[in-house]
């Protein structure tokens, strides 16, 4: 069995599609889903559960944190592996069953991620990580990573001289999809409570590796809408990613904290205060509030496209859009086989239920130059769901 567990806080729209994908590719497989709630003010459970009978929900009472609400989850399910997911990915339909079918082949394996897209179709290079050691990490931090992206010296924390399209053993796993072994917990332990956001999967990842097991990267793909939009540069952000970095070295690198805790807190510091400055410059910038403005490609059944267009109407969306009628068979390309130039979209959305989600991300991941950024909407829900906002 495997038990997929969701950690949820204010994201119901963006957790509804990231349960029926899971429905969807677990067909045919024995899994049980787990969705903890973070005392989410969106109603999100009420929402949800009417929709998802089959899933378990938990309702805590106070925001606990991403490793504390896994942690519950993972005490109560039954699977032989867990696969903790976030609530604003979109695995494909092959997604679990390609993970199931490596675990069970590769006993060695502790753990493992998967290829994550971001809403461009490119690859999101926090698929895979090698271990920050505090070299790894001062190569991170001075742009040396960025600048010798390919250097197995230099730019190690992405790891980007490995082949994207095979399978291939790294050091840590992204907690946005992160496949464990019940096995390997039972030897290391879960998530390190002391983490209340960031840096739990770089801790677990790290003692599953010393307990003997390995990490594996799958080539197979899913989609991780707030991996590319989440502010990463905002002051919030940084200094708690920062700060979990910090908790990370004091926990394994105890016998270099003299020479690590300084220049550590210096990063915390600097980084914090230039997204600081950075966040004055842009709210500066925003002082007048501006229409929403997209202009899209809509490709789906004619019930989509006329739900589509009164939603726009509603939401006074400016922008060009242009629809075309299509599906999973009378137009398996999709918007790779309109005849006209679709450079001049920067937003695609796809009928989520007109084709599956394995083609809508092959789809994405193929367009040229990946100038669209992808939508979804279901005519099941009526909801239009971008990387940035949700309209229904």
Sequence with gaps: MLSVIIVNYNVKYYLEQCLEAVRRASQGLQIEVIVVDNLSTDGSIPYLRERFPEVTFIENKENVGFARANNQAIRMSA????LLLNPDTIVAEHTLSDFIRFMDSHPEAGGAGAYMLRTDGTFAPESRRGLPTPFVAFCKMSGLAALLPQSRVFGRYYMRYLNENEVNEIEIISGACMLLRRKALDKVGLLDEDF??????IDLSYRI?????????LPTRMLHYKGESTEKSSFRYTYTFYQAMRLFFRKHYAHYSFLVSLPINVAIWVRSFMAYIGNQFKHRKRR???KLSSDMLVIGSAR????????VEHHQLRGEIRYVEGDEHALPEGHLAVSFDTSAYDTLVYDADAYTYATILRLLETTPNHTLRLATYSTRTGVLITENAVYN
């Design 288 to 290: 007048q509030p501006e």
């Design 209 to 217: 590796l010393k307990g003997g097991y390995k990490n594996y990267f």
């Design 196 to 201: 209340f956001m960031y840096g739990e999967d």
């Design 304 to 311: 989509m496209l006329a739900e589509v267009q009164r939603l």
């Design 79 to 82: 699977g032989k592996y867990v």
